[in-house]
């Protein structure tokens, strides 16, 4: 058994800007991002450090990016894993991995010069879901490492480091992760609004050249449920479309067929998965 796989990206910095909607996850992860900012507050008042936020939602709802997002804000460097990369077959492997990605962000942020670090772990109730008394082993071994960095977590250390977790399955997390002083933090990450697909559709269309007659707006209305990722799909099969037909915008109509493909893209997947 090797190392993580591909674990730290070097992403290009992304800011909350550049995330659609999800105002009110964004007002909440400033919030707490705050805390790591302005640490003398937090020391002058006496306040437990924070240690990790929990974001909890539907896939594609920019998990992933507001974590980014959050580490560009905090002036922090990024690492980020997958809770499956975990999933080994020998005992203590996911474990020592566990200590490598916390060691990694602290080296990293060593190296850059910054006091900060965003450890990001996706799909976070593979490792931490609830333990039952053995069964499983050796994710009880992860997880229990996984505790055990998150408590070794100080206000005053450096570089400081922030886990920020994503799950959407909040229920089948074990209750240890959600104890105060763990995951303190729960933001939930909901599907966007009208207003906040309308917010998405205009941040993925900025690279493309859009008819000046498409209402963003009525596509809004009409992608009603889509995920952000849905969204940005739509754009880019509304691009595929328009360049197929050699035309030199993309128009209402593209749009539409866009909508329609990424609906039925998302039918047959489900029948694939039955
Ligand atoms: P998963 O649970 O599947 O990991 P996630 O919630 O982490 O999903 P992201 O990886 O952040 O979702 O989003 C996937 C892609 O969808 C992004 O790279 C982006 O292109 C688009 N996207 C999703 N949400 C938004 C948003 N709110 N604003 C702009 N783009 C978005």
Same mark, same amino acid.
């Given at each position: 058994?090797?190392?993580?796989? %591909?674990?730290?990206?070097?992403?290009?910095? $992304?800011?909350?800007?550049? /995330? =659609?909607?999800?105002?009110?996850?964004?007002?909440?992860?400033?919030?707490?991002?705050?805390?790591? *900012?302005?640490?003398?507050?937090?020391?002058?008042?006496?306040?437990?450090?924070?240690?990790?936020?929990?974001?909890?939602?539907?896939?594609?709802?920019?998990?992933?990016?507001?974590?980014?997002?959050? &580490?560009?804000?905090?002036?922090?460097?990024?690492? &980020?894993?997958?809770?499956?990369?975990?999933?080994?077959?020998?005992?203590?492997? =996911?474990?020592?991995? /566990?200590? #490598?990605?916390?060691?990694?962000?602290?080296?990293?942020?060593?190296?850059? =010069?910054?006091?900060?670090?965003? *450890?990001? /772990? #996706?799909?976070?109730?593979?490792?931490?879901?609830?333990?039952?008394?053995?069964?499983?082993?050796?994710?009880?071994?992860?997880?229990?490492?996984?505790? %055990?960095?998150?408590?070794?977590?100080?206000?005053?250390?450096?570089?400081?480091?922030?886990?920020?977790?994503?799950?959407?399955?909040?229920? %089948?997390?074990?209750?240890? $992760?959600?104890?105060?002083?763990?995951? #303190?933090?729960?933001?939930? *990450?909901?599907?966007?609004?009208?207003?906040?697909?309308?917010?998405?559709?205009?941040?993925?269309?900025?690279?493309?050249?859009?008819?000046? $007659? *498409?209402?963003?707006?009525?596509? &809004?209305?009409?992608?009603?449920?889509?995920?952000?990722?849905? $969204?940005?799909?739509?754009?880019?099969?509304?691009?595929?479309?328009? +360049?197929?037909?050699?035309?030199?915008?993309?128009?209402?109509?593209?749009?539409? +067929?866009?909508?329609?493909?990424? +609906?039925?893209?998302?039918? %047959?997947?489900?029948?694939?998965?039955?």
């Amino acid at each position: 058994a090797g190392g993580r796989k %591909t674990v730290s990206r070097a992403p290009a910095p $992304l800011s909350f800007e550049e /995330i =659609g909607g999800q105002e009110r996850a964004k007002q909440e992860l400033i919030e707490a991002l705050d805390f790591i *900012v302005k640490p003398e507050e937090i020391i002058k008042f006496g306040i437990r450090p924070l240690k990790g936020i929990l974001l909890t939602g539907p896939p594609g709802t920019g998990k992933t990016l507001l974590a980014k997002a959050a &580490a560009t804000y905090s002036d922090s460097v990024y690492v &980020a894993a997958s809770g499956s990369e975990f999933v080994e077959m020998y005992v203590g492997v =996911g474990a020592s991995r /566990i200590r #490598d990605l916390f060691n990694e962000a602290r080296q990293k942020a060593q190296k850059s =010069g910054k006091d900060s670090a965003v *450890v990001f /772990i #996706d799909e976070i109730d593979v490792i931490g879901g609830k333990r039952d008394g053995g069964q499983h082993r050796e994710y009880d071994q992860t997880l229990n490492q996984l505790l %055990t960095e998150m408590d070794g977590i100080h206000t005053n250390d450096t570089p400081r480091v922030l886990l920020i977790a994503a799950t959407n399955r909040k229920d %089948t997390l074990d209750s240890a $992760l959600l104890r105060p002083g763990r995951f #303190d933090r729960h933001i939930s *990450v909901d599907l966007p609004d009208k207003k906040g697909r309308s917010h998405i559709l205009t941040i993925h269309a900025r690279n493309k050249p859009l008819d000046d $007659l *498409v209402d963003l707006n009525k596509i &809004a209305e009409e992608s009603f449920n889509f995920s952000g990722a849905q $969204l940005e799909s739509v754009m880019n099969e509304a691009a595929i479309y328009a +360049m197929r037909e050699q035309s030199d915008i993309i128009g209402q109509r593209h749009l539409s +067929m866009a909508i329609d493909k990424v +609906m039925m893209g998302e039918k %047959t997947d489900r029948e694939a998965s039955k």
